[in-house]
Each structure stands twice: as C-alpha cells, then as structure tokens.
C-alpha cells in the first residue's frame, strides 16, 4: 500500500514537472496539420515530448543525484556549457517568453482585443519579478490549485470533443511519416527533455525522503511513477491531437495555435468555457514562468559565485524575456527551432548513451565521442537555421541513415562512440 502510495504521489509529480501549460498550444496544431494521421503525430511527439524527459530522469538518477553528475560523464567542462544553454533555453530564450507570450494570447487578448502586447509583456514581468525577487509559497498555492482545475477542464473539453466530434470533414491528406516528423519535432518545443536533466534532482530527493535510497529500488519506484504520468500525459496531449485533427479549423500556413486552441475551447464549451481555461492556462503560465525566473537567478548566480547576484540575474532575465515575449508565440516558436535542433540530439546522446552503457562503460572518451559525433551534425542544422550554409554539408546530412525520421543524430553518434571506445581501449594496452 505504501509503495503505491508513493508511485502515486511520485507519478503527478513527474506530471506536474512536464506537463506545462505553454505546452498545451502545440498538440492541437499538430492534430490539424496531421489530419487522419494523428495517431501517428501523436507517436512522433510522445517520443521526444514524454518518453524521452522520462529517460531524463533515469539517465541522472542513474549517474548521481544532478545534472552536474550526469554531464561528469563526459567533462565537468562540458557539463557547465550544456548547463549554461539548457538553462538559457528553459529560460530568457524561449520558455520563460513563451508562456508570457501565451498569457497574452490566450489570457488577455479575447478580453480586451485592443490591448498591445508591450503592456501585456510589462504586466506579466513587472508581476514575475515581484514575485522572484523574493520567493512566496504563495506561487505554490496558486499553482497546486490551478493545476488540477485546469486538467478537469482539458480532460472534460476531450471527453467531450471525444463524443461529439466538432468536425467529420478532413479536407487534406498528410503522409504517415511527414505526420510522425511533425509531431518528433514538434515535441522538441515541450523542451521537457532539458527540463528533466535540470530538474529531476527534484523527483530523486522526494524518491530517498521516502525511503528509497538504492539505485535499484530509486529506478524501480522512479520508472513506475514515470509510466503513471506517461499515462496522464498521453491522454492530455493525445486528446488535444485528436481534438486538433478533429478540429475543422482552416487548414493555412499561418495558423496560429493560441488561437487555434481557443477556436475549440469555444467550440465545445462555449463562452464561458474559454473565460475558465483562457485565466487558468494564462496564471499557470505566470506561475511557469515565475518558478523558471527563480531557477535561472539560482544558477547562473551559482556559476559565478556571487559576484552577479540572484537579483540582478533575476532583472536581467525579466527584461530580456519582456523583450523577446513581445514577438509573439509563433516567432518565438519559429527561432527557437534551430536552437532546439542543435540542443536537443546533443541531450538526448548523452542520456541514451549513459542509459545503455552507463553500467559497463565508465571512462569518459567513449561518451565525449557520442557527443562529438552529435555535435558535428547539430550544428550544421543550427548555421543552416540562421541560414549559413556549408557547401556539400547539407546534402551528407540529408544522405546519413534515419534522417528522413528527423533522427540523422543517431549514426554519428554510435560511430563517434566507437571510435573513441576503441582508442580509450588502446590507450588502456599501452599503459
């Protein structure tokens, strides 16, 4: 009874640290762009935007206690620059602007449609920065409260759409594997993969305060957990693909997804439906953003030992983030892809490499050659993204295995691996 207890406990606690409520934009637009292959978005963006944060989290508990442990695999020198640009991505780049972005979109622009997004983003910062400044648990509150009431509402509005489809008609076709690429990259931008090596400390000191201090026992409790709110996630996310697919929204190539997700909020509960989720999506966000301020001062005033204190990192990242969320959620979207491009397959080599082999293989070289591999490639994504073009490189990388799965990382990771496997092996001979 205890131990099921704890899964339950440890299971919505993984939920809570993936489910985010800026997050909710992108399934439905995924659903319309699939159409009737929905089922397979739904598998490409469960992979990157569920399974994958929950590997997060075993790959660190697997390596120690912190993200600082999983990165000493490596080099404590890389583990400090993957740090550094998680931290900015979770961060002023993309997440903390986004869900300001998505108040003002969601929250405050169907109540009052003459308001410009400047005031919203100085509304929604000047509230953060009080509020990191100094810490509340009033943030806390506020957040175990909306929580829930906002998983009532998406979970009743998928029923519903469930049971009384708002649409029949699927006016276009989409190829499974273009419908699986959508919604693999599409996960990217959930950025839950960052956001589980990062905070996952979180869920392993809540796991040993229950008494769970064995890796074995941490992995088995830690994984049963996971597939409880693997299990939540899918039905949420899941649900608003279909309700996407099922949408009959207008298919363009400017679709807007605040505004495709308040079309079927209306939709199915009316008026006043999309008053209750537009405030609870919009405080969610300001409790999002709010929790993500205060992790940034706390570490990058950390790395440099003071002599930038919490409060200055803190305005700084109001400021910056107040800028950019003025942009909107579909640029901010749009310039995060080559960004997330060159982070996430960088991610996601080290912990799958440390998850197979984490056990067997402890010299560091092998794991720095996965990455070197990874990096190479990634970053020939990240220059094409700020369209800076290598003669010949782009036309390898479309020619590499599995990158018409968006999954062209896989094979240089494994060869670069290899390679530096065999030379830690015949620098072990010499000696």
């Known amino acids: 009874m205890k131990q099921i207890k704890d899964i339950t406990t440890l299971g919505f606690a993984l939920f809570a640290m993936f489910f985010g409520a800026g997050n909710l934009l992108l399934p439905p637009f995924i659903g319309l762009h699939a ?5 397979w978005a739904i598998i490409g963006f469960c992979l990157t935007g569920i399974l994958l944060p929950l590997l997060g989290v075993l790959s660190i508990i697997n390596s120690g ?42 929250g405050l ?22 509020l990191s400044i100094r810490p509340s648990k009033v943030v806390n509150v506020i957040g175990n409260f909306l929580t829930p009431l906002l998983l009532i509402l998406l979970i009743g509005m998928i029923i519903m759409g469930a049971l009384f489809p ?35 400390s979180i869920i392993i000191a809540a796991a040993k305060a229950k008494g769970y201090e064995k890796l ?18 899918l039905l949420i996310y899941g649900g608003l693909v279909f309700l996407g697919a099922k949408s009959g929204y207008p298919v363009s190539t400017d679709v807007k997804r605040a505004e495709l997700l308040l079309f079927i909020s209306h939709k199915i509960f009316g ?60 640029y901010i979207i749009q310039i995060a892809y080559p960004f997330l491009a060159f982070i996430y397959p960088i991610v996601i080599t080290l912990v799958l490499y440390v998850l197979i082999f984490g056990r067997f293989i402890k010299s560091r070289l092998p794991y720095i050659g ?3 591999g990874t990096t190479l490639f990634s970053t020939i994504y990240l220059l094409a993204g700020f369209d800076i073009h290598i003669r010949g490189a782009e036309k390898m990388l479309r020619l590499v295995p599995f990158a018409g799965y968006e999954l062209w990382w896989v094979v240089p990771s494994i060869i670069g691996f290899a390679l530096f496997l065999l030379w830690d092996k015949l620098k072990t001979k010499q000696y």
């Open 35 to 39: 159409a009737d292959q929905w089922d």
């Open 65 to 106: 206690e912190s993200f600082q442990d999983l990165g000493n695999r490596t080099h404590p020198y890389i583990a400090t620059i993957l740090g550094i640009i998680i931290m900015l991505g979770i961060g002023p780049l993309i997440a903390i602007p986004r869900t300001a972005a998505t108040t003002f979109e969601v």
């Open 109 to 130: 622009l169907p109540a009052f449609p003459n308001l410009s997004p400047i005031w919203g983003s100085i509304l929604f910062f000047t509230v953060t920065f009080i």
């Open 166 to 200: 708002l649409s029949a008609d699927i006016t276009h076709q989409m190829e499974s594997i273009q419908a699986f690429k959508l919604g693999f990259i599409e996960g990217y931008q959930t950025l839950d993969v960052l956001a589980s090596v990062i905070f996952s």
């Open 216 to 233: 074995k026992d941490k992995n088995r409790i830690v994984t049963s957990a996971g597939c409880l709110a693997t299990f939540c996630l």
């Open 271 to 330: 008026s006043y439906g999309v008053l209750a989720i537009s405030i609870s999506i919009a405080l969610a966000c300001l409790t999002t953003a709010i929790a993500l301020t205060c992790a940034v001062g706390t570490f990058f005033s950390q790395l440099f030992n003071n002599k930038i204190t919490y409060e200055w990192i803190v305005i700084i990242c109001c400021l910056f983030s107040a800028v950019l969320a003025i942009t909107g959620v579909e």
């Open 370 to 372: 996965a990455l070197a």
